[in-house]
T-cell receptor, first 114, second 114 residues
Framework: GAVVSQHPSWVICKSGTSVKIECRSL??????MFWYRQFPKQSLMLMAT?????????EQGVEKDKFLINHASLTLSTLTVTSAHPEDSSFYIC??????????FGDGTRLSIL | GNSVTQMEGPVTLSEEAFLTINCTYT??????LFWYVQYPGEGLQLLLK?????DKGSNKGFEATYRKETTSFHLEKGSVQVSDSAVYFC?????????????FGTGTQLKVEL
């Protein structure tokens, strides 16, 4: 089946640093990628939707200057958490969808800000 | 707007027991319906899907039937195994392809014991 690779799987960093998370679709062209945030024992909260070559669409309440999304190619989208603080600690998951493809999810990135 | 309601967990079963996880939805038009599974520390994996009324999705012994008259998509498995322990998410989207947002239920944790 379709594979989406997300990297890194786990990152710990100091407060104030920026962290970049990559999401790659390995065997199909992902016209749309989604970024989710998941708190412990809760469902996924959609943060933003990105289409290749255009600006991401952010959900209400998500700071676009805080969570920078780039979708420069049909196989790669990145989420950068800028000036991260402890409250940004969470599990971030990407998914990728394409023509006649349901969304396929990456394995997630656990972000811990000290 | 669209919404998905799942039964609350955790659901605890003995191995080889019958499983039902209820899911009902509210949506405009004719959504596609999905079940995703999330194992600890991982992203979501598509378990099965159905794209129109009366369709039955099935995979790895799990089944769910798209019931438009009751707006339901209940997940069933005849005999669960310890390895089925995970969180199960019911979801819907507006179209079959991956370019539309998924609306998730809150997830149901399944624990299977020997």
């Amino acid at each position: 089946g379709a594979v989406v690779s997300q990297h890194p799987s786990w990152v710990i960093c100091k407060s104030g640093t920026s962290v970049k998370i990559e999401c790659r679709s390995l065997d199909f062209q992902a016209t749309t990628m989604f970024w989710y945030r998941q708190f412990p024992k809760q469902s996924l909260m959609l943060m933003a939707t990105s289409n290749e070559g255009s600006k991401a669409t952010y959900e209400q309440g998500v700071e676009k200057d805080k969570f920078l999304i780039n979708h420069a190619s049909l196989t790669l989208s990145t989420l950068t958490v800028t000036s991260a603080h402890p409250e940004d600690s969470s599990f971030y998951i990407c998914s990728a969808g394409g023509f006649n493809q349901p969304q396929h999810f990456g394995d997630g990135t656990r972000l811990s800000i000290l | 707007g669209n919404s998905v309601t799942q039964m609350e967990g955790p659901v605890t079963l003995s191995e080889e027991a019958f499983l039902t996880i209820n899911c009902t939805y509210t949506a405009t038009g004719y959504p596609s319906l999905f079940w995703y599974v999330q194992y600890p520390g991982e992203g979501l994996q598509l378990l099965l899907k159905a794209t129109k009324a009366d369709d039955k999705g099935s995979n790895k012994g799990f089944e769910a039937t798209y019931r438009k008259e009751t707006t339901s998509f209940h997940l069933e498995k005849g005999s669960v195994q310890v390895s089925d322990s995970a969180v199960y998410f019911c979801a819907l989207s507006g179209v079959t392809g991956g370019g539309n947002k998924l609306t998730f239920g809150t997830g149901t944790q399944l624990k299977v014991e020997l």
